[in-house]
């Protein structure tokens, strides 16, 4: 079985500035997929960025990126530039990547993201 | 392409009482999931259909709930003799077969049924 860990509940950062939201995984897979996914307080979950397994090459989306370690088992995400629209809970989130196409999601509990003025 | 609806928005219901949650999937996706999620947690999985199948559900799944997608569209979901440890709300999302058209691998969620049990 699949585990994510994410050891912060919450952070805060200021208006422009980054931020970095951690998570750990546990799993006995080679081929899987990674995401962080945004649920603002209207409820409904946005995928924000997703990383394979078997790319080296961190990926990213405008102002959000992901340092991936696969060695460490760590996918944390970077966000820069904060802004206030970017206030919400951020969830990791990990699939694994043998069956075709996709599949059920395994979930951290979360990080709540503050931004303030 | 209107998105993955939920209705209701809310339930509120006592307990003992059976309730009954919709999930209407974007319409070309043939995978269509159903997840719990309790305040400050992070949503855990419940099953999945792919088309009318329901191919995994999970042991959080007891006998009290049970999911059908009879058609391959829109699914229910049913929880019979409600208690007050299934207040919750309850996510549903779908899929696209073809992983070249889903932003790999990514799902389309709804904005879920809040239940409350009282």
């Known amino acids: 079985a699949q585990t994510v860990t994410q050891s912060q509940p919450e952070m805060s950062v200021q208006e422009a500035e980054t931020v970095t939201l951690s998570c750990t995984y546990d799993?006995?897979?080679?081929?899987?997929?990674l995401f962080w996914y945004k649920q603002p307080p209207s409820r409904q979950m946005i995928l924000v960025i997703r990383?394979?397994?078997?790319?080296?090459q961190n990926a990213t989306e405008n102002r959000f990126s992901v340092n991936f370690q696969k060695a460490a088992k760590s996918f944390s995400l970077k966000i820069s530039d904060s802004q206030l629209g970017d206030t919400a809970m951020y969830f990791c989130?990990?699939?694994?990547?043998?069956?075709?196409?996709?599949?059920?999601?395994?979930f951290g509990t979360g990080t709540r993201l503050q931004v303030t003025l | 392409d209107t998105g993955v609806s939920q209705n209701p928005r809310h339930k509120i219901t006592k307990r003992g009482q059976n309730v009954t949650f919709r999930c209407d999937p974007i319409?070309?996706?043939?995978?269509l999931y159903w997840y719990r999620q309790t305040l400050g947690q992070g949503p855990e999985f419940l099953t999945y259909?792919?088309?009318?199948?329901?191919?995994?559900k999970s042991r959080l799944l007891s006998d009290r709930f049970s999911a059908e997608r009879p058609k391959g569209s829109f699914s229910t979901l049913e929880i019979q003799r409600t208690e007050q440890g299934d207040s919750a709300m309850y996510l549903c999302a779908s899929s696209h077969p073809d992983r070249s058209k889903i932003n790999s691998y990514g799902y389309t969620f709804g904005s879920g049924t809040r239940l409350t049990v009282v």
């Open positions: 799993t006995s897979e080679n081929n899987y997929y």
């Open positions: 989130a990990f699939m694994r990547g043998n069956t075709g196409t996709a599949s059920k999601l395994t």
């Open positions: 990383q394979e397994a078997y790319k080296q």
């Open positions: 259909f792919q088309n009318e199948a329901q191919l995994e």
């Open positions: 319409s070309e996706h043939n995978r």
